[in-house]
């Protein structure tokens, strides 16, 4: 509707990938639409090591994939856990567990690979040359692609030839926390074990400066070749593909609506959102600073004010002369709060229905209409055309479809892959008489299971059998026969040394990439948290923070539910130790500070997190106390900060903070507030 009424700026970001979000298309990993790069779940049985680095689905991926990763367990394969927190999926895996400084993944990966050249001969082979050779470009002077520079291979950059500054296991354990003696540990088992998964979240790259975390990371898997084969895989691994990567089996169809282009092409970094708004200006891709003169700020369906970094800021941002903003919502959220207007929308349960598409690959799950709107709420859809009449826009040529009918053409189109694991044909059975009482268009088809069976159960699920045509190995043609099935590379191979992302980043204009994956210390990073990093001194905020995704909710969605806020708490994680030298105990209130901002948090002490670390997680919504500043509801975003920086990543997990032990009021538990809710 705003693109037909002249168009909007509007926002763009790397979200949920970190640097998975751009960097794996230009080193020639991208796979279809996405990129996870790893094998589907009966394949992860023939894997004999599974490394679940910076991943934990038992907590954050949907549809209790741990499943899949406990069937490997039981087909005999070992697991390890690089991760700041001993996660309850390293727990159910009795998995080997080595706590990591966040955001140093890159250097740990770096300190690996230095360790398999120390050790790898032809007697005791760990790296795979032959892989290396056939399927990349970059790795020694060898085998550089055309134009570059030999001296600067990856090979020469980890033995420090040209730098005198080697990467060695001694270096890399200084900045990530792991010992030199347990990183050659885990490159003898990562190297000297001939089915390897290399499974990683996406939180280890929502970092600042990540791009060179996926780089390390990919060419590791490049370097032991765990990938493209039975039981050997490399790549992200999480989400709704945890465990199970593939093409998707059912979908969705189209929901008939005609596309409307957006006549303004400017969009704002979620780096720059605030900075936009105080400073007047932002950060075109591929221009440079543009002025911007924001008057309206329109919230849809998210919660940006909520969920990018540094909300105390984005308030001033908000509150520093934006003329108006609106918020369509069905809670009093963040936005909402913050809005001069609040449009009350129905829920999914009020609304026609829909289709979701993103869980996982075997599965489509129906949302269905449960009740008829509640008091004045509308659907988004009628809040737009209403919207959009008063704005002169032709809403019957934007919208010339009704939302029921959108929802049956959704149910119309639905596509299965048959048995043969390509051919795909329709999913749902209509027949005339659904078409009649659905009032609705369309035409009637044979599928798999009818459409009143589908509404009820609420979804569809694939059978899949071991032996079944529906199996998944990321990346096999290439690596089988790299000659007839080259990457969307400039050579086509797969790109330790990366040209494209050097000049990405020159069209981005924020910080430089090498072509390389050199390390570069994370803006508020470990390293930033010491005044002097040789000498070990901390600085003023010497605790580094993150943000795992949590079970009591969905982002910040449903964090107003008393009953998960009781099973929840959402406390700030800390380690035994360090609870201990700031006299806090179990329970306690306490003071988290960083530059950006202030929260209240309930302690929870533990021996599960690395000493040093802290973890707050994801998604509370935050409760400004006007008079002190403080955020009584600890959202994580209060004390992140916007740093644009390489491709835009935002560093979410690269945070710095200070813990101190609160001599005030002790907070009631969020599970005794009164509900913050419409009523
Ligand atoms: N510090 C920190 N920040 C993070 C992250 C982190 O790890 N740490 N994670 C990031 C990630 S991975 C993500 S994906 C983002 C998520 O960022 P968002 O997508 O902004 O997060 P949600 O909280 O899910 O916001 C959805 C909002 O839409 C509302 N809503 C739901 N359905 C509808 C609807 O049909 N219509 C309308 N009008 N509103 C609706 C909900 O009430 C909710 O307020 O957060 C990111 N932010
Ligand atoms: N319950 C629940 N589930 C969710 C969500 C939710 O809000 N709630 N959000 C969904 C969304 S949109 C997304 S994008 C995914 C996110 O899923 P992921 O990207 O996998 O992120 P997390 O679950 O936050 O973190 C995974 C693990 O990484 C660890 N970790 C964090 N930082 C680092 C680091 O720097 N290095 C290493 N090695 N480990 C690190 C954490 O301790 C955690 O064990 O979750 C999805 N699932
Ligand atoms: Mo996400």
Redesign the pocket.
């Known amino acids: 509707m705003f693109s037909a009424a002249g168009g909007f700026t509007g926002d763009w970001g790397t ?2 990938w970190g640097a998975w979000f751009e960097t794996p298309a230009h080193l020639g990993l991208l796979e279809g639409f996405y990129t996870f790069g790893t094998n589907d779940r009966f394949d992860m049985r023939n894997s004999q090591l599974i490394v679940m680095w910076g991943a934990n689905p038992a907590w954050s991926s949907p549809g209790s994939p741990t499943y899949n990763y406990y069937q490997a367990k039981k087909a005999g394969a070992r697991f390890i856990s690089i991760d700041p927190s001993y996660t309850a999926t390293a727990e159910l895996m009795d998995a080997d567990w080595y706590p990591i400084n966040p955001g140093t993944d890159h250097a740990l990966a770096l300190g690996i690979m230095h360790a398999l050249l120390e050790m790898d001969s032809p007697e005791n082979p760990l790296i795979d040359w032959e892989f290396l050779r056939r399927c990349t470009v970059g790795f020694d002077e060898s085998n550089m692609p055309a134009g570059a520079d030999p001296k600067k291979n990856f090979k020469d950059y980890l033995l420090g030839t040209y730098t005198g500054k080697p990467t060695t296991p001694e270096w890399a354990a200084d900045i990530c926390g792991i010992s030199a003696s347990e990183i050659r540990s885990l490159a003898r088992q990562i190297g000297g074990t001939q089915r390897v998964a290399l499974l990683t979240g ?2 280890p790259a ?1 970092i600042h400066n990540g791009e060179g975390w996926v780089q390390a990371f990919s060419t590791l898997g490049f370097m032991t070749g765990h990938m493209g084969r039975p039981g050997r895989m490399t790549g992200a691994c999480c989400h709704y593909a945890a465990g199970n990567n593939g093409t998707r089996l059912v979908m969705a169809g189209a929901n008939g609506l005609p596309a409307v282009k957006n006549p303004v092409t400017l969009k704002i970094n979620h780096n720059e959102l605030n900075r936009a708004l105080l400073e007047k200006k932002f950060r075109q891709r591929g221009v440079g600073d543009v002025d911007a003169n924001i008057q309206m700020i329109f919230h ?5 004010l ?4 540094n909300i105390m800021q984005g308030i001033e941002a908000y509150r520093s002369g934006v003329e108006f903003i609106a918020t ?4 009093p ?1 963040t ?1 909402a709060k913050y809005s001069d207007v609040i449009l009350p ?1 129905t ?2 349960w009020e609304r026609e229905g829909t289709i979701l598409n993103p869980s996982n690959r075997e599965v489509i799950i129906a949302a269905v209409n449960v009740t008829q709107p509640l008091y004045e709420a509308k659907s ?1 859809q009628w809040i737009a055309k209403e919207l959009g009449k008063r704005l002169g826009v032709n809403v019957d040529e934007i919208f010339p479809i009704s939302e029921k009918q959108q929802f049956f053409n959704k149910l119309n189109g639905a596509t299965i892959i048959t048995e043969d694991g390509v051919t795909k044909a329709p999913l749902f059975t209509i027949t005339q008489a659904d078409i009649d009482e659905w009032q609705v268009t369309g035409t009637p088809q044979e599928g798999r299971i009818t459409l009143n069976e589908f509404l009820t159960k609420g979804k569809y699920q694939v059978e899949r059998t071991p032996d079944d045509n529906y199996g998944y190995i990321a990346y096999e043609d290439f690596i089988r026969d790299p000659a007839a099935n080259p990457r969307p590379t400039p050579s086509g191979k797969f790109e330790i040394y990366c040209e494209t992302l050097v000049e990405k980043a020159k069209e981005c204009g924020w910080t430089e990439l090498p072509p390389i994956a050199e390390y570069i210390p994370s803006a508020s990073g470990y390293e930033a948290s010491f005044k002097d990093f040789s000498k070990k001194e901390k600085g003023d905020y010497p605790f580094q923070v993150y ?1 795992p ?1 949590y079970l009591r909710r ?4 449903l964090d107003n539910v008393p009953w998960l806020r009781e099973q929840w708490p959402s406390p700030i994680y800390i380690n035994t130790s360090d609870a201990k030298r700031l006299d806090i105990k179990q329970g306690e209130t306490v003071l988290v500070t960083s530059p950006q901002g202030k929260i209240l948090r309930p302690a929870l002490v533990t021996q599960t997190m690395k000493p040093g670390v802290v973890a707050l997680p ?2 509370s919504w935050t409760n400004v106390d006007e008079t002190t500043g403080i955020d009584m509801a600890g959202a ?2 209060t004390l ?1 900060i916007q740093v644009p920086t390489g491709l835009g990543t ?1 560093g ?2 690269t945070m710095l903070c200070n813990i101190e032990k609160w001599h005030g009021e002790q907070l009631t538990d969020d599970a005794r507030l009164p509900q913050r809710i419409i009523g």
């Open positions: 979200t949920s996406w939180a929502r849809p369906f998210n919660a940006t909520q969920t990018r970094a369509a919502a069905y809670v959220h936005c929308v829920t999914e988004d943000n995704h969905s982002h910040s969605t994801h998604g994580d975003n992140t935002s979410w997990n």
